[in-house]
């Protein structure tokens, strides 16, 4: 079965800094990732997804994230924090033996100090 | 333009009555899913339906149930609410043909006192 493990719960940068939220994941399989975005009282939206074509995929508002198989990992970086990228970050992977249902990690909250 | 639409917005309801969120899509996908998002869990899928014939257990089942109208609707119903299914409630669809992406509504929050 496949498992999704974001490993902070928050992360707090300064504005113009570097953002890293770092996920983890396990799979049986060559996995198929993804990186959504929830602002405060808003839905869910898409940030990038790993299609297996490249290993370092780059999404909206400058967000990139590397797949790395040895690692297990998928972590989401931009290389300056904006303040409007305060938000809940969720990684999630495909799952193959359930019709390839999302699993979800349980979020990280970026907050961004002026 | 909204693709995947959520109604209500926000409900208030007590315990033991019987509500239905409701959920439209535009973007013609076969597939439509219902979660639920509690502090700290991240998301947690209810219920999935990959065509109008066609409806499956989620995770977290038990105190809910779906109905599948037509392609474009897929309602959830809670028969009897309690406490602590407050929580905030999430439709979406999705494309096979795109690794399965997910498209969401802007979700329902919901409180039973």
């Known amino acids: 079965a496949q498992s999704v493990t974001q490993l902070d719960s928050h992360v707090s940068v300064s504005e113009g800094t570097p953002v890293l939220l770092r996920c983890n994941y396990s799979?049986?399989?060559?996995?198929?990732l993804f990186w959504y975005v929830q602002h405060p009282n808003k839905g869910l939206q898409l940030l990038l997804k790993?299609?297996?074509?490249a290993t370092l995929v780059k999404g909206i508002n400058g967000f990139e994230a590397e797949f790395k198989k040895s690692e297990t990992s998928f972590h989401l970086t931009k290389p300056s924090a904006h303040m409007s990228d305060a938000a809940e970050y969720f990684c999630?992977?495909?799952?193959?033996?359930?019709?390839?249902?999302?699993?979800w990690g349980a979020g990280t909250k970026l907050i961004i100090k002026p | 333009d909204a693709d995947v639409t959520q109604t209500p917005r926000n409900r208030i309801t007590k315990t033991g009555k019987r509500i239905m969120l409701e959920c439209s899509q535009t973007?013609?996908?076969?597939?439509m899913y219902w979660y639920r998002q509690d502090p700290g869990l991240g998301l947690r899928l209810i219920y999935y339906?990959?065509?109008?014939?066609?409806?499956n257990k989620g995770e977290i089942s038990d105190g809910y149930s779906v109905s599948r109208q037509a392609q474009a609707k897929f309602s959830l119903s809670l028969e009897s609410a309690i406490p602590n299914q407050t929580a905030l409630y999430f439709c979406?669809?999705?494309?096979?043909?795109?690794?399965?992406?997910?498209?969401f509504g802007p979700g329902t929050r919901l409180t039973v006192l």
């Open positions: 979406a669809t999705s494309d096979p043909d795109r690794l399965n992406e997910q498209f």
């Open positions: 973007k013609g996908h076969d597939r």
């Open positions: 339906s990959f065509d109008v014939k066609d409806i």
């Open positions: 799979s049986s399989y060559s996995p198929s």
């Open positions: 790993y299609t297996s074509a």
């Open positions: 999630v992977v495909s799952d193959p033996d359930s019709n390839y249902q999302l699993i």
